[in-house]
């Protein structure tokens, strides 16, 4: 995505030390909105600059930071996909560090979270946490992450760290898990098409050196890990009732089983009792609904929400 020339970085200090940086696209005048941005896996907050300068040019603020192990915070800390112990959860208490300090910057203001893939999960902890914190949250690309690929997924990488070490590149794993993204593909071009039909999008992902990196065995067995405890009844239980909730992915994205976890996930949230919750499916569109042939339509659906919730 397109970066604006208004784009900037600070960097906030977690409470381990470790350091993080913040993405901010602010407007001129007062915001009528924040939007707080969890982006996904082996792509970084700076892919966002288009939808920010979208929402920027309607008085919503954005901010994003750099996930553990991605983008500037993995070049400040480490190595891209090296997570530390218990990095999903660290992860999650990144995305409430950052929430606090936009509630004390823009106070009064309403702020909403949009989590996107691999941020998306990372979302749906964060609001069994913090879902009093922030006034709405819309997860792209996301799923229901329940099913024996998970505790497979969790075994694997336990394995591996036990053999080789947490920070070892999850090869393995990661074509266990994306290997089949492309079937349904009529001859695809890259290993990447099932991001977007935009060629020029999966090129630009391709060619981007904070993107397309293989995660440590460490990073997925905590997230696999995390996944398995997600959706117990009485966690998803703290999540508040009166939470804004919209699911926003592509028919076409095999994160989602082609819709079918993204609606599975519907269920959930539907049989918790939450009283504001909305789903979209984009026919025809792939994983990176951001980057793809609509994603007019889509940073449309977005900034409407927002506006519908800002007064409520």
Same mark, same amino acid.
């Given at each position: 995505m397109d970066r604006p020339s208004e784009e900037k970085t600070v960097w906030l200090t977690a409470a381990d030390e470790h350091k993080i940086c913040l993405y901010c696209w602010e407007t001129a005048e007062k915001p009528a909105a924040v939007l707080q941005i969890f982006h996904g896996m082996a792509e970084h907050a700076g892919r966002y600059g288009r939808l920010a300068a979208f929402l920027n040019s309607h008085g919503? &603020?954005?901010?994003?930071?750099?996930?553990?192990?991605?983008?500037?915070? +993995?070049?400040?800390?480490?190595?891209?996909?090296?997570?530390?112990?218990?990095?999903? /959860?660290?992860? *999650?208490?990144?995305?409430y560090l950052i929430t606090k300090e936009l509630k004390q910057r823009y106070p009064e203001i309403p702020v909403f979270v949009l989590a996107h893939s691999f941020g998306s999960f990372v979302g749906q902890e964060y609001i069994t946490r913090y879902g009093n914190e922030i006034d709405g949250i819309i997860l792209s690309g996301s799923a229901a992450q329940i099913g024996a690929e998970i505790r497979l997924g969790k075994l694997l990488s336990r394995l591996q760290t036990g053999i080789w070490g947490e920070e070892k590149p999850a090869r393995l794993i990661e074509k266990l898990s994306f290997g089949t993204y492309n079937k349904k593909i009529a001859?695809?071009? @890259? @290993?990447?098409?099932?991001?977007? $039909?935009?060629?020029?999008?999966?090129?630009? /992902?391709?060619?981007?050196?904070?993107?397309?990196?293989?995660?440590? &065995?460490?990073?997925?067995?905590?997230?696999?890990? +995390?996944?398995?405890?997600? /959706?117990?009844?009485?966690?998803?239980?703290?999540?508040?009732?009166?939470?804004? !909730?919209?699911?926003?992915?592509?028919?076409?994205?095999? !994160?989602?089983?082609?819709?079918?976890? *993204?609606?599975?996930? /519907?269920?959930?949230?539907? @049989?918790?009792?939450? $009283?504001?919750?909305?789903?979209?499916?984009?026919?025809? @569109? $792939?994983?990176?609904?951001l980057n793809e042939l609509n994603r007019d339509e889509v940073s449309g659906d977005i900034l409407n929400w927002i506006n519908s919730h800002i007064a409520i």
């Open positions: 919503i &603020a954005v901010f994003g930071n750099d996930l553990r192990g991605h983008g500037k915070t +993995a070049q400040q800390n480490g190595k891209p996909g090296v997570t530390g112990k218990n990095g999903f /959860y660290r992860m *999650v208490e990144d995305q001859e695809p071009k @890259s @290993s990447f098409d099932w991001l977007s $039909r935009d060629e020029t999008e999966v090129r630009k /992902y391709m060619e981007d050196k904070d993107c397309g990196f293989t995660c440590s &065995a460490g990073f997925y067995y905590y997230f696999m890990s +995390a996944m398995l405890n997600l /959706y117990d009844e009485k966690k998803l239980g703290n999540i508040p009732k009166n939470l804004p !909730v919209y699911l926003l992915a592509g028919r076409e994205d095999p !994160v989602g089983n082609y819709g079918r976890k *993204v609606e599975k996930l /519907y269920e959930i949230f539907d @049989s918790l009792g939450q $009283r504001d919750l909305k789903m979209k499916l984009y026919e025809g @569109s $792939r994983h990176e609904i």
